[in-house]
Every structure is written in C-alpha cells, then in structure tokens.
C-alpha cells in the first residue's frame, strides 16, 4: 500500500505564489508518474500537473502551463508543485497523486485518475 501526505496549502493573494509537497511512505513508487489535481466546490476534480519518473518530462493542461512547476525527489520519494501568478480561479482542494495516467487533449494534458490518493490540501486564493 502507499500513503500521500500533502502540505503547503494556505491563503494566498491574486498574483501570488504558494508550493504544495507531496510525501509518499508505504513503499517506493518507481517507475510511476506522480501528479497533483484539484477540485474546486460544485466542480469536477481537474488535473494540473504530472510529472515522469526521471523528472525529464512535465505535463500540464493549458489552464496552468506557465504558471505551475512540478518537481519530484525520487531519494525522498516526495514531489511538489509550485504555483505562481495564483489566479482566484486556482482555489480548489488540491491532492496529489500517485501512479496516474496520462492523455493529450486540445487543451493540454488531461488525467483520468491515478491509483493513489491523498488526503488534500485547501488553496484559498483571495482578491
């Protein structure tokens, strides 16, 4: 089994900036793509952000290509996205993601889900 801890999450401005964690124990995650999602209240839950298992390639749907970052620490086994120019649009309950899958839409990549979740993280963007 594999347990996700997020952190990170907060308050922050229009035009700000805010950097989510994600900790995974349980066992290593090799080979996987990890990734970060949201879900805003009384929509469905978006994808935001993947990332390979070298690190050497990010995806992103075109609604936060440019202005959210992945990274990942494979001896850690941890990832984190940082968010920059943080729109009020962005607020959402964030949750990072383990072992997703990946398909290339019109608007960038898109997720369907991955195998591993975790608890969330609330993002408040205010004006």
């Known amino acids: 089994q594999v347990q996700l801890v997020e952190s990170g999450g907060g308050l922050v401005q229009a035009g700000g900036s805010l950097r989510l964690s994600c900790a995974a124990s349980?066992?290593?995650?090799?080979?996987?793509?990890m990734g970060w999602f949201r879900q805003a209240p009384g929509k469905e839950r978006e994808f935001v952000a993947g990332i390979s298992w070298s690190g050497g390639a990010a995806y992103y749907p075109d609604s936060v290509k440019g202005r959210f970052t992945i990274s990942r620490n494979n001896a850690k086994n941890t990832w984190s996205l940082e968010m920059n120019s943080l729109k009020l649009e962005d607020t959402a309950v964030y949750y990072c993601a383990a072992r997703i899958r990946l398909a290339l839409s019109g608007s960038g990549w898109q997720s369907p889900g991955g195998d591993y979740w975790g608890q969330g993280t609330q993002v408040t963007v205010s004006s």
């Open positions: 349980g066992r290593t995650l090799s080979s996987d793509i």
